[in-house]
């Protein structure tokens, strides 16, 4: 009995938790790492792309809601889903019209566009900021839990209870139909094909007749909504804030060269990694080694090696490591 508490302790407060939060950034490192595999730059403002969509989706949610739209058990923004999709896709492809066009069709070396996105990261966050406010934003309505901690221990009667939301459920499910259906986009359509052409060697695929506005658009349009429905998905576990978007960025940077900056399947690995990282350092393991251990070696302290304040430095100290002693990535990665 005691192990079974201990397991579901641990599932409750690691298991669940960074499995969610890994499917969340490894959704947003798709898209920053199908940025860097196509146009070849790290685009910073890619976790203020995350916040714009959250951002739209929110304010059609709000909408919904106020002339009596909702969606049962679900969240109302998940029908808000798809215009919040279109409305960054819009923004992002306007953006690269004004800013990254002339820049790319220069051949300017990578660094230049990675300081332009720098910029383009400010614009956005102070765009987000005035339309919708620095404030925590709840948007989460519909069923809170799909089982409650008291369902749970109803049912199993153990003394550690398992509350299961929705928005876990949500978060989790949408990954997978994501990435499979991105993994299928990418490999059987004519157009993917072209976009793997494109990032494997950019010379050729020109002489093959493929058009690289084209193939730079679609993968604006993907990048886009891979970071609204990553940006949204967040939201809904947690809550919305402009600027915890922006602090996003690290981790899905660390998720995106952990797994193989360029590498789609190593994004979805690094994602999952840097996620199960942060959350096994900062937790406490009091709770687990009691169940576990004899009460003569009950452990007196938290059996916490950082606290939740250092999670980002955990992300970053992922990051080095594996810089320092795998640079390509779990997954080889494209080179600069």
């Given at each position: 009995m005691d192990a079974a508490n201990a397991l579901v302790a641990f599932t409750n407060y690691v298991l669940l938790p960074g499995a969610t939060y890994g499917?969340?950034?490894?959704?947003?490192?798709?898209?920053?790492?199908?940025?860097?595999?196509?146009?070849?730059?790290?685009?910073?403002?890619?976790?203020?792309?995350?916040?714009?969509?959250?951002?739209?989706?929110?304010?059609?949610?709000w909408?919904?809601?106020?002339?009596?739209?909702?969606?049962?058990?679900?969240?109302?923004?998940?029908?808000?889903?798809?215009?919040?999709?279109?409305?960054?896709?819009?923004?992002?492809?306007?953006?690269?019209?004004?800013?990254?066009?002339?820049?790319?069709?220069n051949k300017v070396p990578s660094i230049i566009l990675v300081m332009v996105s720098l910029g383009v990261m400010f614009v956005m966050n102070g765009v987000v900021r005035m339309i919708i406010g620095v404030d925590d934003r709840q948007f989460a309505d519909g069923a809170r839990f799909v089982f409650t901690a008291a369902q749970?221990?109803?049912?199993?009667?153990?003394?550690?209870?398992?509350?299961?939301?929705?928005?876990?459920?949500?978060?989790?499910?949408?990954?997978?139909?994501?990435?499979?259906?991105?993994?299928?986009?990418?490999?059987?359509?004519?157009?993917?094909?072209?976009?793997?052409?494109?990032?494997?060697?950019?010379?050729?695929?020109?002489?093959?007749?493929?058009?690289p506005e084209r193939v730079v658009a679609i993968t604006w349009i993907l990048a886009a909504a891979l970071a609204t429905i990553a940006g949204v998905l967040y939201g809904l576990d947690k809550s919305f804030r402009p600027f915890t978007y922006f602090q996003l960025l690290l981790p899905i940077f660390a998720a995106?060269?952990?797994?193989?900056?360029?590498?789609?399947?190593?994004a979805i690995a690094g994602g999952f990694v840097v996620a199960f990282s942060e959350v096994a350092v900062t937790y406490s393991f009091r709770k687990v080694a009691t169940y576990l251990l004899p009460d003569?070696?009950?452990?007196?302290?938290?059996l916490q090696l950082l606290t939740t304040d250092y999670k980002v430095a955990v992300s970053f100290s992922v990051l080095v490591l594996v810089l320092l002693f795998k640079p390509s990535g779990l997954f080889k990665g494209k080179a600069a």
């Open positions: 499917a969340q950034l490894a959704l947003g490192a798709l898209g920053a790492t199908l940025i860097y595999g196509i146009m070849r730059f790290s685009n910073f403002a890619h976790g203020d792309t995350m916040a714009f969509g959250t951002m739209a989706t929110i304010l059609v949610t909408l919904l809601q106020s002339i009596g739209i909702s969606f049962g058990p679900l969240p109302t923004a998940l029908i808000a889903l798809p215009v919040g999709i279109i409305a960054t896709a819009t923004f992002v492809l306007a953006t690269d019209r004004l800013v990254y066009r002339h820049y790319r069709r749970f221990k109803t049912w199993t009667g153990l003394a550690e209870p398992i509350a299961l939301r929705v928005s876990q459920v949500i978060s989790l499910i949408a990954a997978v139909v994501v990435v499979a259906w991105l993994y299928w986009f990418l490999e059987k359509t004519r157009t993917g094909k072209s976009m793997r052409a494109f990032s494997d060697n950019e010379n050729l695929a020109l002489l093959s007749g493929i058009n995106a060269v952990v797994g193989g900056l360029g590498n789609p399947l190593g003569d070696w009950q452990p007196d302290g938290l």
